[in-house]
T-cell receptor
Framework: EAGVAQSPRYKIIEKRQSVAFWCNPISGHATLYWYQQILGQGPKLLIQFQNNGVVDDSQLPKDRFSAERLKGVDSTLKIQPAKLEDSAVYLC???????????FGSGTRLTVV | GENVEQHPSTLSVQEGDSAVIKCTYSDSASNYFPWYKQELGKGPQLIIDIRSNVGEKKDQRIAVTLNKTAKHFSLHITETQPEDSAVYFCAWGSSNTGKLIFGQGTTLQVKP
């Protein structure tokens, strides 16, 4: 089966600019996650979707981050405006259902200068 | 609280030796404990997982043990090979929510 697709692979922006990341999960996977991985650390959950509904966004900095999953398939994560501390790899993952092992994409490496 | 302590942060072994990575978690309600391997420029890849009703699970050269009383679990890699070199992350979570809390990672270097 095809894996989790993410784009772009790399992005460099200046602080205060906006940026968007895209994720296409494995076909049929109902649960989709966005994680932030700062260099040298483990991934940290930003938001979890079940189909097109938000299950957990308690760790999402909602003043600048937003995410949506239209029609319960693809998802986009947006940052506006970006700060220097947003520099990280943004990982998308999907699973067939909650509680099952999930598959990560290769991530988008964001550098904010 | 949500916390995972993972040790050691770096581990260097000779090819053929065993490697052990240990994690301690804080939430006694957690019942799912996966281990991920992350190579440079790639996303984490699930290599083995264990649920709370099992104390040990083995898959070829990889094994995971869980001690729920002490709230710790370990990854054991035997007969290490250079291609095992990567960053390994433990995680814990609940099968009800699907959310995972990750450790800080262990950089494993297997020297040929």
């Amino acid at each position: 089966e095809a894996g989790v697709a993410q784009s772009p692979r790399y992005k460099i922006i200046e602080k205060r600019q906006s940026v968007a990341f895209w994720c296409n999960p494995i076909s049929g996977h109902a649960t989709l996650y966005w994680y932030q991985q700062i260099l040298g650390q483990g991934p940290k959950l930003l938001i979890q979707f079940q189909n097109n509904g938000v299950v957990d966004d308690s760790q999402l900095p909602k003043d600048r981050f937003s995410a949506e999953r239209l029609k319960g398939v693809d998802s986009t994560l947006k940052i506006q405006p970006a700060k220097l501390e947003d520099s990280a790899v943004y990982l998308c993952a999907s699973s067939l259902a909650r509680g099952l092992g999930y598959t990560f994409g290769s991530g988008t490496r964001l550098t904010v200068v | 609280g949500e916390n995972v302590e993972q040790h050691p942060s770096t581990l260097s072994v000779q090819e053929g030796d065993s490697a052990v990575i240990k994690c301690t978690y804080s939430d006694s309600a957690s019942n799912y404990f996966p281990w991920y391997k992350q190579e440079l420029g790639k996303g984490p890849q699930l290599i083995i997982d264990i649920r709370s009703n099992v104390g040990e699970k083995k898959d070829q050269r990889i094994a995971v043990t869980l001690n729920k009383t002490a709230k710790h679990f370990s990854l054991h890699i035997t007969e290490t090979q250079p291609e095992d070199s990567a960053v390994y992350f433990c995680a814990w979570g609940s099968s009800n929510t699907g959310k995972l809390i990750f450790g800080q990672g262990t950089t494993l270097q297997v020297k040929p």
